[in-house]
T-cell receptor
Framework: ETGVTQSPTHLIKTRGQQVTLRCSSQSGHNTVSWYQQALGQGPQFIFQYYREEENGRGNFPPRFSGLQFPNYSSELNVNALELDDSALYLC????????????FGPGTRLLVL | QKEVEQDPGPLSVPEGAIVSLNCTYSNSAFQYFMWYRQYSRKGPELLMYTYSSGNKEDGRFTAQVDKSSKYISLFIRDSQPSDSATYLCAMSAGYGGSQGNLIFGKGTKLSVKP
């Protein structure tokens, strides 16, 4: 077990709606990253939070935003959903220190109709 | 050219075979290399982690990194049907900020037949 949980497991939305996905990790995982994985592709980096501040972003528009809370939980918010946003959204947490490994949650599968 | 190239397969082998999975990359700044295993509709599970060049062995799994050739490999010995999954290579340039994010290959789908 990675100690990383995500909710909900599945979600169906319609185009134009907004969605919030959640991630929780065990204490000490002070860096959290979010990834989008389209079907048949590898995960793509959305952004990273460290101590409640965004400190890295991939090639995703501003309608993808996030939050990290003092209890190591995190949210990914997506506004104005588009059909191409349908994907598996993964949260990954990094243990403290210099280790580069990231531990992934089970993901939230989002379908936009 | 993509930063990380990985043959998507699918790759089908008989039980007990040695499996070789490979990725090539173009960014010479990458120094952290990982292999993840992903079962259908699940999150990626970390298998192997290597820093810089060299070999690392863990049970039936061996990871190799050749930075001079920008080439990494994962070998699975005595493959089992339970190894059937998609294998993703991932790499990063370093800690913190966007440098700490992982760049993934597309994944290779492996099927081990009993």
């Amino acid at each position: 077990e990675t100690g990383v949980t995500q909710s909900p497991t599945h979600l169906i939305k319609t185009r134009g709606q907004q969605v919030t996905l959640r991630c929780s990790s065990q204490s000490g995982h002070n860096t959290v990253s979010w990834y989008q994985q389209a079907l048949g592709q590898g995960p793509q980096f959305i952004f990273q939070y460290y101590r409640e501040e965004e400190n890295g972003r991939g090639n995703f528009p501003p309608r993808f935003s996030g939050l990290q809370f003092p209890n190591y939980s995190s949210e990914l918010n997506v506004n104005a959903l588009e059909l191409d946003d349908s994907a598996l959204y993964l949260c990954a947490c990094r243990p403290g220190g210099l280790q580069e490994t990231q531990y992934f949650g089970p993901g939230t599968r989002l379908l936009v109709l | 050219q993509k930063e990380v190239e990985q043959d998507p397969g699918p790759l089908s082998v008989p039980e007990g075979a040695i499996v070789s999975l490979n990725c090539t990359y173009s960014n010479s700044a990458f120094q952290y290399f990982m292999w993840y295993r992903q079962y259908s509709r699940k999150g990626p599970e970390l298998l192997m982690y290597t820093y810089s060049s060299g070999n690392k062995e863990d049970g039936r799994f061996t990871a190799q990194v050749d930075k001079s050739s920008k080439y990494i490999s994962l070998f699975i010995r005595d493959s089992q049907p339970s190894d059937s999954a998609t294998y993703l290579c991932a790499m990063s340039a370093g800690y913190g900020g966007s440098q700490g994010n992982l760049i993934f290959g597309k994944g290779t789908k492996l099927s081990v037949k009993p």
